[in-house]
């Protein structure tokens, strides 16, 4: 694993932005994974304005979403799918039948589930994960109890994460669905390189449980610990609690001095 320290929240998210970019240059044809929450916006919003000041192109691009609610129709302004149409795929050459965020209005869920693993199989896999950090520790909606070895399947939300999601919903948990679709464990394992993005001081803690606690399956975002290809990128207050982020700075002064 790979673990940035930047000193505030743009900063990293500019790195992360940057990171997504130099893919897109090595590899046009490129299957990304990508990501919601406020964390992200400043991410889309980076790419967005290297595509319109550096020509930075996507068209080649096929983009995966982590999640998405159940029961939010495409358009509603609340869904991951309006989200990302919102902060990046409407302000860059991205064609929409690229993209696929799992249907929260599916009629048979289990289905939707297992044609978005026969899509991403279909695209050869995922180059590119991008991940942000719930509350609970969670990666995608992979809520506590989620098993390491899980696959795309409809899944329960906790009520932290219902009380953490409140904003686009007029601030009411419960007028957020308890119900959502999301990648497994397994399935964002199985991509190629995994970019997380923590920001704030409010993560600090489900941070250092990431990185440094122990696998379990209570916290979903530990399973990163397993991937060969893993970097975390966090801004100064979210990265306060790492036990160990002096042997991080030390990790990357070295690396970057004998490059
Ligand atoms: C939601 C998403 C997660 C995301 C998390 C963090 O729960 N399903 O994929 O990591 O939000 O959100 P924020 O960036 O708003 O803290």
Redesign the pocket.
Known sequence: MEIVIQPDAEAAAHFVADRIAAQLRRKPLSVLGL???????AVYARLAALHRDEGLRFCGVRAFN??EYLGLAPDDPAS?RAYMNRHIFDHVDLPLDQTHVPDGTATDPAAECRSFEERIREAGGIDLQL?????TG????NEPLSPFESRTRPVI?APE?LR??A?PFGGDPARVPRL?L?MGVRTILEARALLM?V??A??ADVLARVVEGPLTAMASGTAIQLHKDCCVVADEAAAAKLAERDYYRWVRKVRSEDA
């Open positions: 990501a919601t929450g406020r964390t992200m916006e982590l999640d991951y991940l942000g950090l719930g509350a969670h990666i995608g909606f939300l994460t953490q999601n904003g959502g999301t993005l920001t704030g409010a993560k």
